[in-house]
């Protein structure tokens, strides 16, 4: 079983290859399945930088491709690039819709914080009154 802490460490791992020469941010996801498969996913950017990727939707992307559409939580760790996490980093709104595709208002985020530490966030409280396909029902 998967704990928060090694999702954490995971999305700390992913956050070591990001691709990040215009921000400096660097940011990595660990998106656990619920048959307990772990996806990373790093930020990618691009000198045009509309082309870049966040790490969240790298990961959700990549779980998508292999067919997982089952997603039991999420966890976000980012920074400067080659320092320490020194605050929490929570997803962009693109990546919280995207989030909001296959996961419910409950789905957990875990965000890495400074020493170790992470807090634990919903996706309902991190993006309230969300639009989802139950809308176009």
């Known amino acids: 079983m998967t704990t928060p ?4 460490a995971f999305a700390k791992q992913a956050r070591s290859r ?3 020469p215009y921000s400096g941010f660097a940011v990595g996801a660990a998106l656990l399945c619920a048959d307990g498969i772990v ?5 990618i950017e691009n000198a045009a930088y509309g ?3 966040c790490a ?3 990961a959700v992307f990549r779980a998508v491709a292999e067919g997982k559409r089952d997603f039991a939580a999420l966890a976000v760790a ?3 690039a080659g320092e320490e996490i020194t605050a929490l980093c929570p997803p962009c709104g693109v990546c919280r819709q995207v989030l909001r595709e296959f996961c419910g ?6 965000l890495a914080g400074p020493d170790g530490t992470y807090e634990c966030h919903s996706l309902g409280e991190l993006l ?4 989802s396909n139950a809308e176009l029902s």
């Open 51 to 53: 082309p870049s990727i």
């Open 39 to 43: 996806y990373q996913g790093c930020n």
């Open 56 to 58: 969240e939707r790298v």
């Open 105 to 110: 208002a409950d789905f957990p985020i875990y």
């Open 5 to 8: 802490e090694t999702l954490v």
């Open 128 to 131: 309230p009154l969300s639009f």
């Open 78 to 80: 980012g920074g400067k």
């Open 18 to 20: 990001s691709y990040c």
